[in-house]
């Protein structure tokens, strides 16, 4: 058989295994988008037909304080959730890395909560963190510290909110694992001849190592924080809490939700989720941009 | 962290203009499917927002049953949930009858997301003076009925006579027409350890009952044509008081804090646990409390007034609408008609006797939001209790419902509500001032308000 004639059946067998996902994608994904794009610049109250108001929607955004108060709030959530997250879950994967034949336990044991509904951890959360009877506060005052009130003072919500998604970081720790075993230990074994200590192994080889896998993951990271939106919602928004403490839980998802399904305004929550987009894709194009140049690929020269 | 994302909007969003193209535009949205009262309805009855898993729900929807057999009830159960109900609307799978609470059903109307019922109350002869008007009225907007009320929730005060007698506080003193009374009784019960709040005095239920409030002092929070009043100086000076009700009592985070870990609906309650002195609370509440009683409850009430000395209360319930694109109007509205009927309520009333003694317990009174069923099963079955506190208790949500009123219905109302929760919050949190949240709440109610009518 002609090289050519190859090349396009294993094109064609290729396009066929993928088929599924791609039709998934235009259908659940890309028409939605074009659909949402499209409907940011109608009045669409979802009853009646879309009205088209041109830009209205958007410029609708800049004139409610809402939408400036919940994208700081996103903001500031995702600046303590990002790092804490990469440096708890770091933490994890060097501890699981140690732990030879019980590490297939214990990665299971750490990835089982990215299983557990959001709302089920949203409501076990706002007991383990309540002010005054929550376990998180008791083991603070083991140690002699008198702990805040988590879920009611303004001040400490968005720090609350980053605490609870860090049950969520077993997808995290997986991946560094991964990382961490590829590591070369010739490396350490250098290191240790030339006298080199722990700390310096980690941030000398391991994190250089692995910085292709903590680049992946504060990029991700950092756009899941930037769609926070179960955690909050459960928490503060939901049924069962009828009433929100305070506009400083108040994430750009949640209003943006509030928007669509409270309101019917869903040209402007369109127009919100494009808002987000380019958002995110600009955060995403600095960190890739400083990113690369501290990255280290394998296989690269 | 879940990647719900800005897909989430995009894609329901999407989703609802691609199957908005089969949707209930086409369909017959003038509510002119609603038969007649000696229409026979057969099909399926899809049905929306309704739990319905106690006895007096259970033996409302036998009732139905056993008048059309030829229906079937599918009953997707759970409580309203406002996306759900959307998309299947817009997406054209319409349920054909929903429960939802009153307060929101200016909203759905003004959107045009639910049908007028007058065809389906004349053509049916539902009399609609067996309902409390008050209810009536909440299901009304610009001279159309779009919803069938049912039950009745007003609010008294409700005491824990263990905290009062430790503190040395009289019935007579838990009142709120004197409001620099109340506060001195609030802070005499309030008790703390450590610099925390071990038992709250009296709980004015901020941020929900700001409207409460708003009434207590005179002022309407959404003026009779729907507008917004949100920053009225009554309202302001309300909103003031209630704060430094907190404020005396640990302040807002400390407050809330304690009570969050309240046992609300366990035996050990926060009356019986003497974590409560006193909270004005709806009359279903008292059905919660009967077994509280083996754990030392001891419990006294009084009414809530305004400051004139006047009872008052807040109303709130539910209603039974009928969808745009409900495909089976005619059964939808024998539903409803046959759910809020006296014959129903009645056969109600006996199933929750049973209930009560088969627990040994006593009934606590059915506010079904029939005027008509009200006081007949009142006069039929609600005894002496032998406990003077629930009697009194009783008593007073009796007294409670002539007197009730509710927010007026608006084409705002969603945003209305979530104006004011968000300015009580930010206030009760000290982020902004009573009179700074509420301007800021108002404008952004009135905005709301304002494009609504404009359709």
């Known amino acids: 058989m002609p090289r050519s004639e190859l090349v396009r059946r294993e094109n064609r067998a290729g396009w066929f295994f993928v088929l599924p996902w791609v039709a998934g994608f235009l259908i659940f994904t890309a028409g939605p988008m074009i659909a949402s794009l499209v409907l940011s610049f109608t009045d669409y109250q979802m009853i009646r037909s879309p009205r088209p108001v041109g830009f209205d929607n958007y410029r609708a955004l800049f004139d409610d304080p809402r939408v400036l108060k919940s994208l700081s709030n996103t903001f500031v959530y995702a600046a303590m959730f990002v790092p804490l997250g990469t440096v708890a879950a770091l933490g994890l994967a060097l501890m699981l890395q140690r732990v030879g034949r019980a590490s297939g336990f214990f990665r299971t044991a750490f990835y089982l909560p990215e299983m557990t509904p959001a709302v089920a951890a949203g409501a076990m959360f706002l007991l383990l963190l309540n002010g005054q009877q929550g376990l998180v506060n008791k083991v603070l005052g083991w140690f002699g510290i008198n702990g805040p009130n988590w879920t009611t003072d303004p001040n400490w919500l968005k720090p609350s909110l980053a605490i609870v998604s860090l049950w969520t970081l077993g997808g995290t720790v997986v991946i560094y694992l991964a990382a961490l075993n590829g590591v070369p230990r010739q490396l350490y074994e250098a290191a240790e001849l030339d006298g080199a200590g722990p700390v310096t192994r980690l941030f000398r080889i391991t994190v250089p190592m692995i910085s292709g896998a903590l680049f992946f993951t504060v990029i991700t990271n950092t756009i899941a924080a930037m769609q926070m939106f179960d955690q909050a919602y459960t928490m503060f928004y939901g049924p069962q809490q009828k009433a929100a403490a305070s506009e400083e839980s108040l994430v750009y998802m949640v209003y943006l939700f509030q928007n669509a399904f409270q309101f019917f305004k869903m040209g402007f929550a369109s127009a919100m989720a494009w808002l987000l987009f380019v958002i995110i894709l600009g955060i995403t194009f600095v960190q890739v941009r400083i990113g690369n140049r501290y990255v280290y690929y394998h296989g690269e020269r | ?455």
């Open chain 2, 1 to 455: 962290m879940k990647n719900s994302g800005w897909a989430l909007a995009g894609i329901a969003a999407g989703a609802l203009v691609i199957t908005s193209c089969a949707g209930v535009g086409g369909k017959d949205d003038t509510g002119g499917k609603a038969g007649s009262a000696g229409s026979t309805p057969t099909g399926t009855l899809n049905v929306m927002g309704f739990s319905g898993e106690d006895e007096v729900a259970q033996s409302r929807i036998a009732a139905f049953k056993a008048a059309y057999p030829s229906v079937t009830v599918k009953n997707n159960k759970g409580d309203f949930d406002a996306q759900q109900f959307l998309t299947a609307v817009s997406s054209g799978n319409a349920p054909d009858v929903v429960y939802m609470a009153r307060n929101l059903v200016g909203t759905y109307a003004a959107k045009g997301a639910i049908l007028p019922l007058d065809d389906c109350i004349k053509n049916n002869d539902i009399d609609t003076g067996q309902y409390r008007e008050a209810a009536l009225n909440e299901v009304k907007l610009k001279d159309k009925t779009y919803g069938i009320p049912e039950f009745y929730t007003v609010t008294v005060n409700l005491i824990n006579s263990t905290a009062l007698a430790s503190a040395g506080v009289q019935t007579a003193d838990i009142q709120t027409t004197d409001w620099g009374k109340l506060e001195q009784t609030a802070k005499k019960l309030y008790k703390a350890k450590n610099g925390r709040p071990a038992r709250i005095g009296y709980d004015p239920r901020m941020p929900d009952f700001f409207p409460l409030w708003a009434l207590n002092n005179g002022a309407e929070l959404i003026k009779p044509g729907g507008e917004p009043n949100l920053n009225d100086p009554k309202a302001v000076e309300a909103l003031t008081y209630a704060i430094k009700l907190v404020n005396d009592q640990g302040g807002w985070s400390n407050f809330k804090t304690f009570r969050d870990t309240f046992d609300i609906f366990g035996e050990k309650n926060q009356f019986t646990q003497d974590q409560l002195g006193v909270m004005p609370i709806e009359n279903w509440y008292l059905n919660v409390l009967l077994d509280s009683r083996r754990n030392g409850l001891k419990l006294q009430s009084t009414m809530f007034t305004d400051r004139q000395g006047k009872p008052i209360s807040t109303l709130g319930g539910s209603a039974w609408v009928v969808p745009k694109g409900a495909k089976n109007q005619d059964a939808a509205c024998k539903w409803a008609k046959t759910l809020t009927a006296v014959d129903t309520w009645q056969k109600a009333a006996e199933a929750r006797m049973q209930t009560v003694a088969k627990d040994k317990t006593f009934f606590t009174g059915l506010f079904t939001g029939n005027k008509v069923a009200d006081e007949q099963i009142k006069a039929k079955y609600l005894k002496p209790t032998g406990d003077p506190g629930f009697d009194q208790a009783i008593n007073n949500y009796y007294a409670s419902l002539d007197v009730a009123k509710p927010l007026n219905p608006s084409a705002a109302g969603a945003e209305i509500e979530a104006a004011w929760k968000s300015a009580v919050g930010k206030a009760l949190g000290g982020t902004a001032t009573p009179q700074a949240a509420l301007d800021q709440a108002q404008t952004e109610a009135k905005a709301a308000f304002d494009k609504a009518s404009q359709g």
